[in-house]
């Protein structure tokens, strides 16, 4: 009986641990998200100053507006003053994601993002604890091409930059991350179903990261930016267990 039992493939189910009801509603959204950087703050690395106002949830899509504005205070980062040329949006995940050993998670969505001079859209990952990890499941630094990057440090990286056609259009974005040897975590990144790339991030296994949608400005994606609104929307979000 026990011998048979034991023939049974046990089955494995992924568990939802964002739902892709999740911009259905306002309401939803705020169970799952914060509004603006995630370790606090409405600034960080580029020209744009992050508020709630510039946020909306409607027909099951988050949209960030990016609008250009004079007279803001400047922001500081790594000991320089940046220009705040924009209001902007940014939202983290309430929750934290840890790659445990022998598992993973997978990130999910469909966006619809600019590659505009000045516009740096992103769908990241980054370290609650210190830095590295940073894995960019999806970013876009104002050149036509949409990168995905993977840090073991500041200047030992993986990074593939791929032509992004048709910016106008939704394209969906997968990143699917796996416990390696209990220490390193892999990471693959999908475009339009396809694979782009693979990577391998240095002791990412056991420590959390933090998920963040934004739509900075400037910064890595060159000034000046567009002097007219920019949006980036995303719908069909979802994030599993493997
Ligand atoms: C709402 O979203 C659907 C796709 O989910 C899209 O086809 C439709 O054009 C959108 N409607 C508006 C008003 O944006
Ligand atoms: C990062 O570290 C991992 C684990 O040691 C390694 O497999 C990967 O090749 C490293 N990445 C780079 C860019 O050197
Ligand atoms: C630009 O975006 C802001 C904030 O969403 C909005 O209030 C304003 O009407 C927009 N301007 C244009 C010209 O669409």
Redesign the pocket.
């Known amino acids: 009986m026990i011998a048979a039992l034991l023939l049974v493939p046990l089955a494995h189910t992924a568990t939802v641990l964002i739902p892709k009801t999740v911009f259905d509603s306002t309401s939803n959204f705020e169970q799952y998200f914060t509004y603006n950087y995630p370790w606090g703050g409405t600034t960080h690395n580029g020209g744009a100053r992050m508020d709630r106002a510039h946020v909306a949830i409607s027909n099951s899509t988050l949209t960030i507006t990016a609008q250009p504005v004079k007279g803001q205070p400047s922001a500081t980062h790594g000991g320089k003053q940046i220009a705040i040329n924009y209001l902007s949006g940014a939202v983290g995940a309430k929750q934290h994601f840890t790659v445990p050993k022998g598992g993973g998670f997978v990130f999910s969505g469909s966006f619809q993002a600019t590659t505009t001079k000045g516009t740096w859209p992103a769908f990241w990952l980054t370290a609650v604890n210190g830095w590295p990890p940073e894995i960019d499941m999806a970013e876009w630094k104002g050149s036509g091409k949409i990168s995905f990057n993977t840090f073991?440090t500041s200047s030992?990286?993986?990074w593939k930059d791929v032509t992004y056609s048709n910016p106008s259009q939704y394209h969906a974005i997968k990143c699917e991350l796996k416990d390696v040897n209990g220490k390193?975590t892999q990471a693959k990144f999908w475009m339009d179903g396809a694979l782009q790339a693979t990577?391998?991030?240095?002791d990412y296994t056991g420590k959390p990261f933090y998920l963040v949608i934004n739509l900075q400005m400037e910064g890595s994606s060159g000034s000046p930016g567009p002097t007219v609104n920019t949006t980036y929307s995303v719908r069909d979000l979802e994030v599993t267990t493997l």
Do not use: E, I
């Open positions: 073991n030992v990286l993986s390193d990577h391998v991030g240095k």
